[in-house]
């Protein structure tokens, strides 16, 4: 009697190595779903905003290719308010942000990450800890702490709260620990010191966690809406998700389609960031040590 054997993987066809028919139907139509979930409401979202005045957003009648497709609701948006300013102001808040999250997060990361000296366990449970906290129950000590140095009304009180996160502390601080005591070891032997293991093994080796500290900083730096609304009093200080808020006010006229158009606006530099680095975001720890 004679059994069928199976051919190794590498001699299957190519897709073939990734399951059997049914099994990659299942995979594929869930994929489509999350995709749909995800993408769904961006393109609804981008679709309405290019609907000129006589068709619905809301209703019954409502449908969701625009029939005559026009920018108008884009125009209407830079007219009623100063969008570049409310950019620029953003873009600061957003750099400010990245560079301290950058420069305070991987050095704690790296401190953190290097036993022998002492405290280092407490510091990490403290930074556990604080995760627990929302941000709404230290909203109103935090709020009279940048009163009282005079930064209400102002970008860097705006800034200041989110210089560094403890998230990132820790995401930092285990990208560290994947890199290989053999490789340290080596650079010592070679005559390294400690900031230039630290510049040209850590950083390098950590070079996919960094990207995420990136991109994570600057998507909760560029969306935040609640922190801005309670620091910021003039139009010539607010932020772009804050400004752009003041299209649904009765003053302006509120229109859907212009709302909309306003809130694409505020995506775009997101997914051009994302776009740019989604490749940095596979690349593990032992990758970047193993090129050095």
């Known amino acids: ?7 190794p993987r590498h001699l299957l066809p190519r897709w073939r190595e990734y399951g059997r028919p049914r099994e990659l139907v299942v995979r594929y139509l869930l994929l489509l779903l999350v995709l749909g979930l995800t993408v769904g409401p961006l393109l609804w979202q981008f679709l309405a905003s290019l609907k000129g005045t006589g068709e619905d957003v ?12 026009t920018l108008r609701a884009y125009r209407e948006v830079f007219d009623q308010v100063p969008v570049a300013t409310y950019i620029r102001n953003s873009l600061l808040v957003v750099v400010l942000s990245v560079a301290s999250q950058l420069v305070f997060s991987t050095t704690a990361g790296y401190m953190l990450s290097k036993p022998g000296w002492k405290g ?9 800890a604080s995760m627990m906290f929302p941000f709404e129950s ?6 009279l702490s940048i009163r009282d140095l005079g930064l209400v009304d102002n970008l860097v009180g705006v800034w200041l709260p989110g210089f560094v996160g403890a998230i990132n502390v820790l995401l930092m601080r285990g990208a560290f620990l994947a890199v290989p005591r053999e490789i ?12 230039q293991r630290f510049r ?10 960094i990207m995420v500290v990136v991109v994570n900083t600057f998507i909760s730096a560029w969306d935040d809406f609640l922190w801005p609304l309670i620091v910021l009093r003039s139009e010539d200080h607010m932020t772009l998700t804050l400004g752009l808020s003041r299209l649904q006010s009765s003053s302006f ?8 158009a306003g809130s694409v606006i505020s995506i775009v530099p997101v997914l051009v960031l994302f776009v740019i ?13 193993v090129k050095l």
């Open 277 to 289: 680095t989604q490749r940095w975001f596979y690349r593990g720890v032992s990758a970047g040590a």
């Open 58 to 69: 809301f209703g019954r009648d409502a449908s969701l290719l625009p029939h005559h497709p």
């Open 138 to 143: 230290i909203m109103v000590s935090l709020f």
């Open 200 to 209: 040209y093994l850590y950083l390098p080796s950590a070079w996919g966690a």
């Open 253 to 260: 006229g509120y229109d859907q389609r212009v709302v909309m």
């Open 184 to 195: 340290e070891d080596s650079a010592m032997l070679d005559g390294a010191g400690e900031w």
């Open 1 to 7: 009697m004679t059994t069928a054997v199976e051919k």
């Open 120 to 128: 280092r366990k407490a510091v990490w449970v403290v930074l556990v």
